[in-house]
């Protein structure tokens, strides 16, 4: 089973909503990590935990704020996003960071428009 | 800073064909690479990981890797209208385990 899910599939939100994107993965990956993308460019890394420790953010603006409760859970919380945020937000997993064992895994999306 | 570098296309091939797709990255350090296919508005679904260099098949794909000219391929035979899509390549390793990916190649299979 290689199965990353997410929630949810779509989001519309204005720009002073507050809400969390879901990621969890049960194949006992210890790497997790949030990417986004625009309409046809490739997916753009932005965060990555591993073993439930941040230990990569691309400097991403403080409006988006992760957090890794546990092994199988990736949250995503969102505060005062701007227009420009619109995209799919995709959640990946894999066994290790490198080496064999990096390869990612990842879940459906979520489609989401700030209004 | 690692570079992996995609021709955009479209690549357009007839149902049946073999579609080629090519790949070649900077960071010779690299160690695992990685070809995804992404159907438009749908997350990337992996199709095939290599390490070693050679020849890696699955089914009608196959990947060629040659780390010494620095250049991952994807070789799809009997290319279907199902195949259309765009296919991503990854490339990781090297110092860093920040995964780095391609702009995509756009394939499209005609009946």
């Known amino acids: 089973d290689t199965e990353v899910t997410q929630t949810p599939k779509h989001l519309v939100m204005g720009m002073t909503n507050k809400k969390s994107l879901k990621c969890e993965q049960h194949?006992?990956?210890?790497?997790m990590y949030w990417y986004k993308q625009k309409a046809k460019k490739p997916p753009e890394l932005m965060f990555v935990y591993s073993y439930e420790k941040l230990s990569i953010n691309e400097s991403v603006p403080s409006r988006f704020s992760p957090e890794c409760p546990n092994s199988s859970l990736l949250n995503l919380h969102l505060h005062a996003l701007q227009p420009e945020d619109s995209a799919l937000y995709l959640c990946a997993s894999s066994q290790k960071l490198a080496g064999e064992g990096d390869t990612q895994y990842f879940g459906p999306g979520t489609r989401l428009t700030v209004l | 800073q690692k570079e992996v570098e995609q021709n955009s296309g479209p690549l357009s091939v007839p149902e049946g064909a073999i579609a080629s797709l090519n790949c070649t990255y900077s960071d010779r350090g690299s160690q695992s690479f990685f070809w995804y296919r992404q159907y438009s508005g749908k997350s990337p679904e992996l199709i095939m990981s290599?390490?070693?260099?050679g020849d890696k098949e699955d089914g009608r794909f196959t990947a060629q890797l040659n780390k010494a000219s620095q250049y991952v391929s994807l070789l799809i035979r009997d290319s279907q209208p199902s195949d259309s899509a765009t296919y991503l390549c990854?490339?990781?390793?090297?110092?860093?385990?920040?995964?780095?990916f391609g702009r995509g190649t756009s394939l499209i299979v005609h009946p």
């Open positions: 194949m006992g990956h210890r790497a």
């Open positions: 990854a490339v990781n390793g090297g110092g860093s385990y920040i995964p780095t």
């Open positions: 290599i390490y070693s260099n």
